[in-house]
């Protein structure tokens, strides 16, 4: 049976039982053409996509089933998993099998404290080169947003969040800084989609960006980075203080 008669998948596709409701949703890949690099770039969005944090429980990836949810054979599927190994979103456990990372409380921190300075470094570069058209749509992002106060579902806010940051970085149009923040925000994304409906950081955060936009459209360089720096600082102090999930 082709991968295109195939009828839908259940939804621990590729994972084993132990990590079931946790689980990385694919497509098949279709073109022959770089199927590792296909594949690399399928599961990755799959475990990026998924709530890591949420469980304890290990989350154990099934190579056989992978290729057979991908439609191609297990060697890109392999290849796939050891890129992925050396970026950090997979551990090989010998006799045991392939398991999606989650990074300690520690690792977490580190990553948010680098992100800062990357960040803070492309809030200064936007004030210094980027146009006020390419600024004010930064403003576009929060059209749902009244007074500060959340006019859409929580998921949504979440994705805008991320999106935001992600701009900031490709707005500093500098290569080294984009490429260099790239795989650490990848990490970042699943554990700022765990903590933005915890404690206030949903209102904190709306204010924060707010106040991050103004400095920016007033070419203020040292308050465009002093803001951006602490907003990141503000989440590696909440997760000090309470990703307890993360030991």
Do not use: C
Request: a neutral charge; aromatic letters at 6%; charged letters at 30%.
């Amino acid at each position: 049976m082709s991968s295109s008669d195939r009828s839908p998948r259940s939804p621990d596709v590729g994972v084993l039982p132990e990590a079931a409701g946790v689980s990385p949703r694919v497509e098949p890949i279709g073109s022959p053409e770089s199927f590792k690099s296909r594949a690399y770039t399928a599961l990755k969005d799959a475990i990026v996509s998924m709530d890591v944090y949420r469980s304890r429980a290990d989350i154990r990836l099934d190579e056989r089933r992978l290729a057979l949810d991908f439609g191609i054979s297990r060697t890109p599927v392999r290849e796939a998993m050891a890129q992925l190994e050396r970026e950090g979103f997979v551990r090989a456990v010998p006799r045991r099998g392939i398991y999606v990372v989650r990074k300690t409380k520690r690792e977490v921190i580190e990553m948010i404290t680098a992100w800062a300075a990357l960040e803070s470094m492309a809030a200064r570069l936007i004030t210094e080169n980027a146009s006020g058209e390419e600024i004010a749509s930064l403003r576009t992002m929060f059209t749902k947003f009244e007074n500060g106060e959340l006019h859409a579902r929580l998921d949504e806010y979440s994705e805008v969040n991320i999106e935001f940051h992600q701009t900031i970085i490709r707005m500093s149009r500098n290569g080294v800084l984009i490429s260099l923040a790239e795989n650490l925000f990848t990490h970042m994304r699943m554990i700022r989609r765990k903590t933005i409906g915890e404690r206030d950081r949903v209102d904190r955060s709306i204010r924060d960006h707010m106040h991050i936009i103004e400095a920016l459209e007033a070419r203020d360089t040292a308050r465009a980075e002093h803001l951006v720096r602490d907003h990141a600082l503000g989440l590696a102090e909440h997760v000090a203080k309470y990703a307890d999930y993360l030991d």
